[in-house]
C-alpha cells in the first residue's frame, strides 16, 4: 500500500530542506517539529546514518477543521514530510499521502480537508522539484 506522496531530486541537502520548508510555507504550512535522524541516531546510538530529517507540518484552518470533525485526528497530526539522501546521492522529498492518513478515522467529513492537504502537498513537491530539476516538470 502506498502511503506516501513523494519527488526526487539533485542538490545539496540542506537546500532542498530549506526548498521544502519555503514550500510548506508558501501552501500555508508551519513546521512545527524539525527532527535530524542523522544526528540524533548519531548521538543516540553511537550509528551513523544518511542525511535524513522529519519536518511536522500543520495547516492550522485545515487542523481545526479537521479537529472540530474528529477529535481523535490529533493522534495522526503533525502531517510529516521527510527528506532523505538516497544511496545513489538523490534526495527524496516525501509526504505523508492525506487521504490515506486520515482513511483511518473512516469519517466522510474529513475527505474534503484531506483532498486540499494532498492538493497543497502536491504543489509543495512541484514547487522542490521545479526548483532543482526544472527539466523534469512532470
Same mark, same amino acid.
Given at each position: 500500500?502506498?502511503?506516501?506522496?513523494?519527488t526526487?531530486?539533485?542538490?545539496?541537502?540542506?537546500?532542498?530542506?530549506?526548498?521544502? =520548508?519555503?514550500?510548506?510555507?508558501?501552501?500555508?504550512?508551519?513546521?512545527?517539529?524539525?527532527?535530524?535522524?542523522?544526528?540524533? *541516531?548519531?548521538?543516540? *546510538?553511537?550509528?551513523?546514518?544518511?542525511?535524513?530529517?522529519?519536518?511536522?507540518a500543520?495547516n492550522?484552518?485545515?487542523?481545526?477543521?479537521? *479537529?472540530?470533525?474528529?477529535? &481523535?485526528?490529533?493522534? *495522526?497530526?503533525?502531517? =510529516?514530510?521527510?527528506?532523505?539522501?538516497?544511496?545513489?546521492?538523490d534526495i527524496?522529498?516525501?509526504?505523508?499521502?492525506?487521504?490515506q492518513?486520515?482513511?483511518?478515522?473512516?469519517?466522510?467529513?474529513?475527505?474534503?480537508?484531506?483532498?486540499?492537504?494532498?492538493?497543497r502537498?502536491?504543489?509543495v513537491?512541484?514547487?522542490?522539484?521545479?526548483?532543482?530539476d526544472?527539466?523534469? &516538470?512532470?
Amino acid at each position: 500500500m502506498e502511503y506516501t506522496i513523494q519527488t526526487t531530486v539533485t542538490g545539496e541537502f540542506d537546500d532542498i530542506v530549506e526548498a521544502t =520548508n519555503a514550500a510548506l510555507t508558501d501552501e500555508g504550512f508551519g513546521v512545527l517539529c524539525d527532527i535530524d535522524i542523522q544526528a540524533t *541516531l548519531k548521538e543516540k *546510538l553511537g550509528e551513523e546514518f544518511r542525511q535524513y530529517r522529519i519536518l511536522g507540518a500543520c495547516n492550522p484552518p485545515l487542523a481545526y477543521e479537521g *479537529l472540530t470533525e474528529e477529535i &481523535e485526528l490529533g493522534a *495522526l497530526l503533525p502531517c =510529516n514530510v521527510i527528506v532523505y539522501e538516497t544511496d545513489d546521492g538523490d534526495i527524496v522529498v516525501s509526504a505523508v499521502d492525506p487521504e490515506q492518513l486520515v482513511g483511518i478515522a473512516d469519517n466522510d467529513a474529513l475527505d474534503s480537508i484531506a483532498t486540499e492537504v494532498t492538493e497543497r502537498f502536491d504543489r509543495v513537491l512541484a514547487a522542490v522539484r521545479d526548483e532543482f530539476d526544472p527539466a523534469s &516538470e512532470a
